[in-house]
Every structure is written in structure tokens, then in C-alpha cells.
């Protein structure tokens, strides 16, 4: 009796541990400068709960346990070391919805098992499993758009109506379930293919440009059903793991949200999003192309300098030599400071990882609401492959999908120099009013090359 006792005061002391290292390493990662030692923490706690999980009592199937460990450790490893950072976006929505794809296995193996849970116990273990199943089919789609292999959103007249009938029907189901009116193997799986199917189908119509908001919104439900789920096991870590990512996805979804002027309900249900454009005011005038020797010296006499990357950026590789060049500015006086939106790059914090990937120190970086009031002093504001987040027109035309949105104030900069591969619009497919400006020249060329002739025009200036 003891010996129980000891094991359960030793599980339960290790998963409160686990909290606290999963606590910790999320608000470090709030942070550049500490995001790679709270990723640490947090696995390290994930790595504590699973060794502790062994020593529960009844556990059997250790043999198929740890073949899927390794297998998985394997698969992510394997990935995370393939993966560009151009494609980490895709690669986030694939392993979160991998979390809400377990989440739904387990409820499905708890109700398929047929024992008789107490009522609170069915719901619980019904709503994780419509959020997870969700969440999984869901991230699916979203991985699929941003990785090219669907190309275009899929809409139909009363395509609403229909989601809110699966939704209906999974609901209708799943109390069936709960209740024990009807718990067979056909009406669960019924349930499963049903919201398996309303993932999908809420997610098909959602556009690119909007991706962002929606990888946070399931990142939110997958905790949310690790959290649920863990109720029903009674496993206080899959509790505190869930709940900590469902409340830190739901921030992060209200954040991103805010950052694009766009309402839950407008991304989910609304039209824009699609790369197919939007209905802004058609832009007057033409784009006015320069030489990178002509910028090379325009940034090497100027007093300030403030670079706006974007997924552009990302695309060329192109950091490492934008350090390049911000280390000759910086020694030859110029003052040099980074600027980030927040949906910059398809994901947020993905510009900061970049960044700090070619070595820019986090002070020279900040985000909107700290650098947007230095643009008017800056001569030069050098956008690299950004696009709607610099789009003049959010500010000042109404008839603009994009009106409302916080931009990056690049337009007000003496002098903005666009590197941008072609004319093309950007990814929402609305035309940008900053290339016509009368203070904005471009710069076509690949990222990375176009930035290595500014560093050569800078260095043969002497």
C-alpha cells in the first residue's frame, strides 16, 4: 500500500514540475532573446511526463509505446532538420494538427471501448474528440494551402448553411454518444467522419492571406482537446499542457487577428483571404525602377536606415546578406534598425527567426507599434519583399478588403526602396499603392542577389 502511495505522491510531484517547466517555457519564449532556452524548458517538462507516465499502474503495450516514440522522435527529427524556414509556417499547421488528430484518437478509443464513464466524464471526452478531429482536418487543409498543393479556395452557394448542419449533426451525434442513447461503434464513427468532414469543409474557403489567423485558431482547439481529453484520463499534465497552449493559441489568434483589422467571424466566414483579390480602389500611376548602384549610395550618405523584411525575404534566404549590409551601414555611422509586423512572413515571429538565424542583434529589431513613429525620420526604408503590410491604402481607402489593417509606415520614409522580384500583387492579391509613390523606387531582382549588389555599390564607395 505504501509502495502505491510513494508512486502516485512521485507522479503527481513530477507532472507538478511539469507545469511549472511548461509554464516557464512558454513565457520565454515570449521573448527572442530567452525562445530558444524556454523551447528547452518546455521539453524538458514533456520529457519528464512521458518517463513518469510509465510508472502508472496497469500501463501494459510498453513494446508498442516506445516503437511510436522513437518513431515519432524520428519523423521530427528527420523533418526539422529537412524543413526551410520558408516552409515552417506549413510545418507548424502539420504538427498541430497532429496534436488534435491524438486528441480525437483518444477519445475515440475511450468511447469505442464502450465502459460505462460517468456523464460529465462522455461529454468531455465527446467535445475533445469534435475539436481535436476539427483541428486535425482542418490544419490539414491550411498545410495543403500554404505548401502549394491546393491552389485556390473552394466555395459554394449555402456553404455556410451546410457547415452549420455538420455541425449540428456532429453535435446531434456526439450527445447521443454522451448520453448512452445510442453509444454503437456506427454512430461514433459517424460522429468522427462528421466533424472530420466540417474541418475541412470550414477551412477550404478560408484564403491564404488569412492562414496565419487560422493555424492560431486551431492551435488553440488542439489544446483545448489535449485538455479536455486529459480530464477523461484523469492525467493532470495533459490537463496543464493543454490548457496552457489553448489559452496561449486563443491570445495568439486575438493578436493576429487584431493585427490584419479582421474579426474571428470575418476570417471564418467571410470571403477575403483569397489570393484572388479584393475590391480596393484600382491604383493611378507607374513604378520607377532604380540601379543598386544608385540605392548603394543613397544608404551609405544617409543617417538612418530602417529595413521592413518580409516573406520575400524568407523565399531569396536572403538574411544573412541583409546583415552583411546592415555591418558595413552600421560602420559607416548610419543608424539601422529592423521592422516587424506582426503577420509578416505567414506566422508570427517568423522575420524574428530569420534574423536572429543571420546573427541581427534583438535590439536593432521591433516591432510596429515601437518603430512606426521613426519611419518619417528615417532617409531611407528599405522593404524587402513585404508587401500588403506596407500597403498605404489600409490607411486611406475604405473600399479596401484591407482597410483598417496596422501597417508598417514605409510610405512616409524620405526615400523607400522595394526589393521585389516582379509587379505581381502580393499574397492577398491586392495591388500596392506604396510602389506608385512619388518617394518609392524599385528594385526588381531576386532578394539575395539584389542585396548583394547593394553590398558591393556600398563597399565601392569606400
Known amino acids: 500500500m505504501s509502495g502505491v502511495l510513494s508512486a502516485d505522491l512521485l507522479i503527481q510531484g513530477s507532472y507538478l514540475l511539469t507545469a511549472f517547466l511548461f509554464i516557464m517555457g512558454l513565457k520565454r519564449m515570449s521573448s527572442p532573446v530567452t525562445a530558444r532556452s524556454g523551447i528547452v524548458w518546455a521539453g524538458a517538462g514533456m520529457l519528464l511526463a512521458i518517463l513518469v507516465t510509465f510508472l502508472y499502474p496497469g500501463m501494459t503495450n510498453y513494446p508498442l509505446i516506445i516503437a ?8 521530427a527529427w528527420w523533418s526539422g532538420k529537412r524543413v526551410a524556414m520558408t516552409d515552417m509556417p506549413q510545418m507548424i499547421a502539420l504538427y498541430n494538427g497532429m496534436g488534435g488528430g491524438a486528441a480525437a484518437a483518444i477519445a475515440a478509443v475511450e468511447l469505442y471501448k464502450g465502459e460505462a464513464h460517468g456523464l460529465v466524464t462522455m461529454v468531455l471526452a465527446v467535445i475533445g474528440g469534435l475539436i481535436g478531429a476539427v483541428s486535425f482536418s482542418g490544419s490539414a487543409i491550411a498545410f495543403g494551402k500554404l505548401q502549394g498543393l491546393i491552389k485556390r479556395s473552394f466555395r459554394f452557394g449555402g456553404q455556410q448553411a451546410f457547415n452549420l448542419l455538420l455541425l449540428v449533426g456532429a453535435l446531434v451525434l456526439g450527445g447521443m454518444v454522451a448520453l448512452h442513447f445510442n453509444a454503437s461503434p456506427a454512430v461514433i464513427t459517424g460522429f468522427f467522419v ?10 477550404l474557403p478560408i484564403g491564404g492571406a488569412d492562414m496565419p489567423v487560422v493555424i492560431s485558431l486551431y492551435n488553440a482547439l488542439t489544446g483545448l482537446a489535449v485538455a479536455f481529453e486529459g480530464f477523461v484520463l484523469g492525467n493532470a499534465a495533459m490537463i496543464i499542457a493543454g490548457t496552457v497552449v489553448g ?4 491570445l495568439l489568434t486575438q493578436l493576429m487577428a487584431k493585427a490584419m483589422n479582421r474579426s474571428l467571424g470575418n476570417v471564418l466566414f467571410a470571403g477575403f483571404g483569397d489570393t484572388g483579390g479584393g475590391g480596393a480602389s484600382e491604383v493611378t500611376g507607374s513604378m520607377k525602377p532604380i540601379e543598386a548602384a544608385d540605392v548603394g549610395v543613397m544608404m551609405a550618405f544617409a543617417n538612418k536606415v530602417i529595413i521592413v523584411p518580409g516573406y520575400g525575404m524568407a523565399v531569396a534566404q ?3 546578406k541583409v546583415w552583411e549590409l546592415t555591418q558595413l551601414l552600421i560602420d559607416r555611422g548610419v543608424t539601422v534598425k529592423f521592422a516587424i509586423h506582426p503577420v509578416a512572413g505567414r506566422m508570427p515571429g517568423h522575420m524574428n527567426v530569420l534574423l536572429a538565424e543571420a546573427g541581427v542583434p534583438y535590439d536593432l529589431i521591433s516591432d510596429l507599434d515601437e518603430i512606426n513613429a521613426e519611419f ?16 498605404p491604402v489600409a490607411r486611406n481607402d475604405k473600399s479596401s478588403p484591407i482597410y483598417g489593417m496596422p501597417i508598417l509606415n514605409a510610405d512616409k520614409a524620405k526615400n523607400c526602396i522595394v526589393i521585389k522580384r516582379g509587379q505581381g500583387a502580393g499574397f492577398s492579391g491586392i495591388e500596392n499603392a506604396l510602389f506608385f509613390l512619388d518617394n518609392t523606387r524599385m ?3 531576386d532578394g539575395q542577389k539584389a542585396v548583394a549588389e547593394l553590398i558591393g555599390a556600398v563597399k565601392a564607395i569606400g
Request: overall charge negative; charged content about 5%.
Open 68 to 75: 511510436a516514440i522513437v518513431v515519432g522522435s524520428l519523423l
Open 247 to 250: 489559452s496561449a493559441g486563443t
Open 376 to 391: 518619417e525620420t528615417a532617409d531611407v526604408a528599405l522593404v524587402i519583399g513585404a508587401n500588403d503590410v506596407v500597403n
Open 318 to 320: 536572403a538574411q544573412h
Open 194 to 203: 462528421v466533424a472530420l468532414v466540417l474541418g475541412i469543409t470550414m477551412t
Open 443 to 445: 528594385l526588381y531582382g
